[in-house]
């Protein structure tokens, strides 16, 4: 991993690399404090959303369930610097 590439940090937090990749990733990880913090996050969403059903990303949330949908909102806002 040369420097800071998120895209690889993600990939790498869903298990989508190979051993190589994978490899520098580990060792730029163990480097960089920021990346450690950010793959700690990644595998946090990551667990949050395979707890979610799939129909949440195909139909979206059912419009009784007020929770889920200020849920995914707020992670919107917070995925956003933006805001």
Known sequence: MNGHDPDELSAYALGLLDAGEAARVEAHVAACEG??????ELRATAAAL???PVET?????????????????RMRRDDDPGR
Do not use: I
């Open 35 to 40: 990346c450690r913090a950010d793959l700690t």
């Open 50 to 52: 395979d707890q979610l």
């Open 57 to 73: 990303f195909v139909h979206g949330p059912p419009e009784s369930d007020r929770a889920l949908r200020r849920a995914l909102a």
